[in-house]
């Protein structure tokens, strides 16, 4: 099994009445930008990375946001090629690039591959559509998103395999002369992994071809639901997932004592964390997402990944704004929510001995081949940040790595993802172990 690392690399310093006040961290000047703050803490994120990897993390994976002080990692490429210089073993998973908006997937390779021959091929590249916010930042048309994104991956896996110089003549990009110097490390080239929520577009494509899939803190009954249309569309296509097409990253704080791991986080609603990523204008423009996700959307999510919540666009709906309500009343909401994400098992907060049963129990029920941990948002120190990941890595992770050898979990780089065959007319195996979820107080 992969355990990886993550954080998003929060600016720290925003006040909280800020953030309130704009309803959302998208969208707030830049005016509040301290710029030696900032460069202290692009420099702490780097070192804490190599931290990880020293604590014995497999992966360090990295994400990239734009005009947005939850995530600083606005060119995480940059961070990406620093890391693949500074540390030497573990993988750096990209999670990943935002085709869609980059306009550019020529440069993306040269990127990317330039990466993969630094760290002498340890890097993992993901794509991603990019959030809707995304879309108004970089000025891209949403309802091209799609479209944009597919052609954008079929052009750089051309760039990679196909010898040149070629000429190339697509409906969104154009290119006279492609013929890249520097190929990537790993042959063909890098292993893929898709990120996502609930969108059942994006699992349809990885399953198609062959790449792993990493839900983003979704709720349990429902990633089981996706799990299934996964291995569904696999069985089409001709093979059976396992473990090593699946993985999951949940928000995870630990402390020496239950207060204290409590105290770390409430950085995750911090703003109002993820749930405070932007506002729904912003986060789904017209033609973004499709009417199955957006039902999807609407059905499952009382909490949120990147500002998308029943509850938020119903306030929005009736024309509510934070204006009208009292601070200390929304904090206290917000106390509600992470509350509510750690009964949903969406945030995972405790001490070593509290959390391993916890994450053990998705592994069974989700059996990923990957596990990655969303760490400490919001304004913690750098004391309680390592904290936390030291006591992870020491406790925790050696439990989750004995459960996975106990039940069979491989990961993508123990069985290739797609390379188990699935004979036409068979019945494809199970690819979760549902039982549980009704121990755990789901229905």
């Not at 925790?396 to 699935?422: N, Y």
Request: charged fraction near 25%; aromatic fraction near 10%.
């Amino acid at each position: 099994m992969q355990i990886g690392y993550f954080t998003e690399r929060p600016y720290r310093w925003l006040p909280e009445d800020l953030v309130l006040k704009n309803r959302a961290f998208f969208g707030i000047s830049n005016e509040h930008f301290d710029r030696e703050k900032a460069a202290d803490d692009y420099n702490y994120y780097l070192d804490e990375y190599c931290y990880a990897e020293e604590l014995g993390f497999d992966a360090l994976a990295l994400n990239e946001h734009h005009g947005n002080p939850i995530c600083m990692g606005s060119v995480m490429n940059v961070e990406a090629s620093i890391l693949a210089r500074i540390t030497n073993r573990a993988r750096i998973v990209l999670v990943g690039n935002p085709l869609p908006v980059v306009k550019h997937p020529l440069r993306m390779a040269e990127e990317l591959a330039e990466i993969d021959l630094i760290s002498r091929g340890r890097l993992v590249t993901g794509w991603v559509r990019g959030a809707g916010s995304e879309q108004f930042f970089n000025n891209a048309n949403p309802a091209y998103n799609r479209e944009l994104f597919n052609e954008a991956h079929d052009f750089i896996i051309q760039a990679w395999t196909r010898p040149g110089p070629w000429r190339y003549e697509g409906k969104h990009f154009h290119y006279r002369h492609v013929n890249p110097w520097a190929l990537p490390y790993q042959r063909p080239y890098p292993a893929m992994w898709i990120p996502g929520t609930l969108s059942p577009e994006t699992v349809e494509w990885s399953a198609a071809h062959k790449y792993p899939y990493i839900g983003l803190g979704t709720p349990l009954p429902a990633t089981c639901d996706l799990w299934d249309f996964y291995a569904d569309e696999a069985a089409k296509h001709g093979y059976q997932a396992g473990p090593e097409n699946f993985g999951y990253m949940v928000a995870t704080a630990v402390g020496d004592t239950e207060e204290k791991a409590q105290q770390a986080a409430a950085g995750f609603v911090y703003g109002g964390g993820q749930n405070a990523f932007s506002t729904a204008e912003f986060m789904m423009p017209p033609g973004y997402n499709s009417k199955a996700a957006i039902r999807n959307l609407a059905k499952t999510q009382s909490s949120a990944w990147l500002g998308i919540s029943g509850e938020k666009l119903k306030e929005e709906q009736q024309g509510t704004t934070t204006q009208d309500v009292d601070y200390d009343a929304i904090r206290g909401k917000l106390r509600s929510a992470l509350d509510r994400g750690q009964k949903n098992m969406q945030v995972i907060v405790g001490t070593p001995a509290t959390v391993i049963p916890k994450i053990k129990a998705i592994m069974s029920v989700l059996r990923i081949g990957i596990f990655i941990i969303l760490h400490l948002q919001g304004p913690q120190s750098d004391d309680e940040r390592r904290t936390s990941m030291r006591l992870f890595a020491d406790e925790v992770m050696p439990e989750l790595k004995d459960h996975a050898k106990a039940i069979d979990l491989t990961d993508p780089f123990d069985r290739q993802p797609g390379s188990v065959a699935l004979p036409n007319g068979t019945k494809r195996a199970a690819v979760v172990d549902r039982d549980p979820l009704a121990r755990l107080g789901f229905r």
